[in-house]
């Protein structure tokens, strides 16, 4: 519009809309006019505007037109030339190119600059609400809260958000968290979309109040806070249970201990009173007076009772020859099974064959304890030879009598490390076979974690592609604004020149 002003601008304005459209009025106190938006009359000033939207050519382009070799063109840009003798050629550059800011320009800047932001982050819209125009406490204008909600976009929102699936879950946050609430559900792996369609199945809800999409569920503004609700008590009752057993458990185990105690305290005073009693009889006393001097008569039933444990140590070697036998072949199975884990888990080998030089230490300690054994049947052999002298040489028996109760004592300790070296090699195997079960326990949980890698894998990829959409669908929109600005300026542009 050449040669125009901000007055001329406003009253073309006015011929060319006022009366012809609801939007458009004139402003009858100010230089400007009034459009009807979606919240309420928006009241423009057009003073300064023509100076404000003004849209300067490009500097290096007037500079380049002024340099041509056409005289009439260069004429035409004179003004834009370069004086290389102007000392404020600085700021003149300078203000020339804060000119070439337009507001088409700043405005397609501010967009792309917000659409940046909100692709980086989550936004959390405030709304402040006045109640009243006196600034007033405890006052409440509803009119003016409520024109101030509906101008402001919040009661569409919230209709919107209602008759929309505002709430939504990943498949696997909302089998998490609302699985308990489903106990017939099947146990084991189950594909995320199938197990939450399941799980709305059996919780009973109506086809209406959700949707089931490719990576999500969504739901309708409250019906996530009435399953909170649900899953809330269904906690609070587990809870509950837990805490009535165990404390029924460990009331039970102090009452437990508390009789055990009072039973020990009973057994305890009546053998005193017993031994109390014992020792004012005067037998007794003569009896504790000869113990001592029965030693050289009960030699030959010490004789027989050695025999006798000697007898029983055969049988018990015997048994461990079997115990041994048996031993041997779940070690040959263990090792079956242990060549099996180790064809799957070849990282666990190391541990396999420190456990197989434990198992060969263990042999050379059963052979260790064969040699004590073979031992110990010589000294039996001596033992018999020594009852023989015995026999024929009676007069010697009362100085030989304590030598024999320390060989008994000996062989007693000897038998009591036998068996408590058999308790060690059973608690040894013990160990093993447990080690062995961990390891298979530990193969079948690494097992299932890389299954559930897997399916996180994919339903990252499901998030990706999702992703991937969204910022293609948002290059096409900004495409479009990016064309829509470009129309209207054209536009402008043609109106400028036609008035």
């Given at each position: 519009?050449?040669?125009?002003?901000d007055?001329t601008?406003t009253?073309?304005l006015?011929?060319?809309?006022?009366?012809?459209?609801?939007?458009y009025?004139?402003?009858?106190?100010?230089q400007g006019?009034?459009?009807?938006?979606?919240a309420?009359?928006?009241?423009?000033?057009?003073?300064?505007?023509?100076e404000?939207?003004?849209d300067?050519?490009n500097?290096?382009l007037?500079?380049?037109?002024?340099?041509s070799?056409d005289?009439?063109?260069a004429?035409?840009?004179?003004?834009c030339?370069?004086?290389?003798?102007?000392?404020?050629?600085?700021?003149?550059?300078?203000?020339?190119k804060?000119?070439?800011?337009?507001?088409?320009?700043?405005?397609?800047?501010?967009?792309?600059?917000?659409?940046?932001?909100?692709?980086?982050t989550?936004?959390?819209?405030?709304?402040?609400?006045?109640p009243?125009h006196q600034?007033?406490?405890?006052?409440?204008n509803?009119?003016?809260?409520?024109?101030?909600?509906?101008?402001?976009?919040v009661?569409?929102?919230?209709?919107i958000?209602?008759?929309?699936?505002p709430n939504?879950?990943?498949?696997?946050?909302?089998r998490?968290?609302?699985?308990?609430?489903t106990?017939q559900?099947?146990?084991?792996y189950l594909?995320?979309?199938?197990?939450?369609?399941?799980?709305?199945q059996?919780?009973?809800?109506?086809t209406?109040?959700?949707?089931?999409g490719?990576?999500?569920?969504?739901?309708?503004a409250g019906?996530?806070?009435?399953l909170?609700?649900q899953?809330?008590?269904?906690v609070r009752d587990?809870?509950?249970?837990?805490?009535?057993v165990?404390?029924g458990?460990?009331q039970?185990?102090?009452?437990?201990?508390k009789?055990?105690?009072?039973?020990?305290?009973k057994?305890?005073?009546?053998?005193?009173?017993?031994?109390?009693?014992?020792t004012?009889s005067?037998?007794w006393?003569?009896?504790?007076k000869?113990?001592?001097?029965l030693?050289?008569?009960?030699?030959?039933?010490?004789?027989?009772?050695?025999?006798?444990?000697?007898?029983?140590?055969?049988?018990?070697?015997?048994?461990?020859?079997?115990?041994?036998q048996r031993?041997?072949?779940?070690?040959?199975r263990?090792?079956?099974?242990l060549?099996?884990v180790?064809?799957?888990l070849?990282?666990?080998?190391?541990?396999?064959?420190?456990?197989?030089?434990?198992?060969?230490?263990?042999?050379?300690r059963e052979?260790?304890?064969t040699?004590?054994?073979?031992g110990?049947?010589?000294d039996?052999?001596?033992?018999?030879?020594q009852?023989?002298?015995?026999?024929?040489?009676?007069r010697?028996?009362?100085?030989?009598a304590?030598?024999?109760?320390?060989?008994?004592?000996?062989?007693?300790?000897?038998?009591q490390?036998?068996e408590?070296?058999?308790r060690?090699?059973?608690?040894?195997l013990e160990?093993?076979?447990?080690?062995?079960e961990?390891?298979?326990?530990?193969?079948i949980r690494?097992?299932d974690?890389?299954?559930?890698?897997?399916?996180?894998?994919?339903?990252?990829k499901?998030?990706l592609?999702l992703k991937?959409?969204?910022i293609?669908?948002?290059?096409?929109q900004?495409?479009?604004?990016?064309?829509?600005?470009?129309?209207?300026?054209?536009?402008?542009?043609?109106?400028?020149?036609?008035?």
């Amino acid at each position: 519009m050449p040669k125009a002003t901000d007055k001329t601008f406003t009253d073309k304005l006015h011929s060319l809309w006022d009366r012809k459209t609801p939007k458009y009025k004139r402003s009858l106190l100010t230089q400007g006019f009034m459009l009807t938006h979606y919240a309420a009359e928006v009241e423009y000033n057009t003073e300064g505007w023509l100076e404000k939207n003004k849209d300067p050519l490009n500097d290096n382009l007037t500079r380049l037109l002024a340099a041509s070799h056409d005289r009439y063109v260069a004429s035409l840009f004179s003004d834009c030339a370069d004086d290389d003798g102007d000392s404020g050629k600085g700021t003149h550059s300078r203000v020339k190119k804060g000119l070439f800011r337009t507001v088409a320009q700043r405005h397609k800047e501010q967009l792309s600059s917000l659409m940046n932001q909100l692709n980086a982050t989550h936004p959390h819209f405030v709304r402040c609400i006045i109640p009243n125009h006196q600034k007033r406490p405890k006052r409440l204008n509803n009119g003016l809260v409520l024109d101030q909600l509906r101008c402001n976009g919040v009661l569409e929102g919230i209709r919107i958000a209602r008759t929309g699936f505002p709430n939504r879950l990943p498949f696997a946050e909302f089998r998490q968290r609302y699985e308990v609430l489903t106990p017939q559900m099947p146990k084991g792996y189950l594909d995320g979309q199938k197990a939450c369609q399941l799980m709305l199945q059996q919780l009973d809800l109506d086809t209406t109040l959700y949707r089931v999409g490719a990576t999500k569920v969504f739901f309708r503004a409250g019906v996530l806070a009435e399953l909170e609700e649900q899953r809330d008590t269904i906690v609070r009752d587990i809870i509950t249970k837990f805490q009535s057993v165990a404390r029924g458990f460990l009331q039970r185990r102090l009452a437990r201990k508390k009789l055990y105690r009072a039973e020990a305290t009973k057994i305890i005073q009546r053998n005193m009173r017993i031994y109390l009693r014992m020792t004012e009889s005067p037998w007794w006393n003569l009896y504790v007076k000869m113990k001592p001097l029965l030693g050289a008569t009960a030699s030959a039933s010490e004789v027989k009772k050695r025999d006798e444990m000697i007898q029983k140590m055969e049988e018990k070697m015997q048994a461990e020859a079997a115990e041994r036998q048996r031993l041997d072949e779940e070690r040959r199975r263990t090792d079956a099974e242990l060549a099996r884990v180790q064809k799957t888990l070849e990282a666990e080998r190391a541990l396999a064959l420190d456990k197989d030089e434990i198992f060969k230490r263990l042999q050379e300690r059963e052979a260790d304890l064969t040699e004590k054994l073979a031992g110990a049947l010589e000294d039996q052999d001596d033992l018999e030879e020594q009852i023989d002298e015995l026999i024929a040489a009676k007069r010697k028996v009362d100085e030989q009598a304590e030598a024999w109760r320390a060989e008994l004592e000996q062989g007693a300790e000897l038998i009591q490390r036998l068996e408590e070296e058999k308790r060690e090699l059973k608690s040894k195997l013990e160990e093993i076979e447990s080690e062995v079960e961990r390891q298979r326990n530990e193969d079948i949980r690494r097992r299932d974690e890389l299954e559930t890698l897997v399916q996180e894998i994919k339903m990252l990829k499901s998030h990706l592609a999702l992703k991937e959409r969204k910022i293609t669908e948002y290059e096409k929109q900004l495409a479009k604004v990016d064309q829509d600005l470009d129309e209207k300026l054209s536009q402008t542009v043609g109106v400028s020149s036609r008035a």
